[in-house]
């Protein structure tokens, strides 16, 4: 086996390089931006395919340096909420409280399953917190933030391993099946949004559609 490192700044160089590839396939594979595939997904997951062939194919073994990656996490985490004004989640009546109770309901769903799941293969005790909402609602960044307490409390040396695995699958799935449902959705009720609503973020699709 090859281990080849790759060091902090061309690991954050590649998926930069990485995400603009998923936004060109989104482009060029119409079914891609059809179904809302995000881009990250697009490039992460022929980037992780590539890794894997390397691994099995080649015997390289590619890890990559993340240096960059909690302070990336606390500039996106910092900014996730700016636009949120509270008049809107007031004025959002019944669809806002809807989902609301959706969301409390699939927290209780994914942290039953975690803890029967763990208690069912006989998992080491503490696992069945990344297997849940801590991983799967919390994300990325409430995995690494809860790890090394984890870690220490239940003695779990690859706690953050886990965590991040099941986060990453969950957004993933969440990713490859949220885009075609909510299509669906959209389709079948004939919904559409306001056409002169000024973006917050993103492009329009009339700019869109000039850079294609």
């Not at 990250?40 to 073994?61: F, H, M, P, R």
């Not at 690859?158 to 969440?174: M, P, Y």
């Amino acid at each position: 086996m090859t281990p080849i490192e790759v060091p902090g700044l061309l690991t954050f160089t590649i998926s930069i390089v990485v995400f603009f590839i998923g936004a060109h396939l989104n482009r060029i594979i119409p079914i891609l931006g059809r179904w809302t595939i995000p881009e990250a997904v697009t490039g992460g997951l022929l980037a992780s395919t590539a890794t894997l062939a390397a691994y099995e194919l080649l015997d390289v073994e590619i890890t990559f340096t993340l240096e960059a990656r909690d302070l990336l996490l606390l500039y996106f985490f910092t900014g996730v909420g700016l636009n949120a004004r509270v008049k809107d989640l007031i004025g959002s009546g019944r669809p806002f409280l809807v989902l609301l109770s959706l969301t409390l309901c699939f927290l209780v769903i994914q942290n039953v399953i975690a803890i029967a799941s763990a208690a069912t293969l006989g998992l080491p005790e503490g696992m069945s917190i990344f297997l849940g909402s801590a991983s799967l609602i919390g994300g990325h960044g409430t995995t690494i933030a809860w790890a090394p307490l984890i870690s220490a409390r239940y003695g779990l040396n690859n706690a953050l391993e886990v965590g991040i695995a099941s986060s990453t699958l969950g957004l993933v799935i969440a990713s490859l099946i949220g885009g075609p449902i909510g299509r669906l959705l959209i389709t079948r009720h004939g919904l559409r949004g306001a056409t002169d609503e000024d973006l917050t973020i993103g492009l329009s699709a009339a700019v869109r559609k000039t850079m294609t």
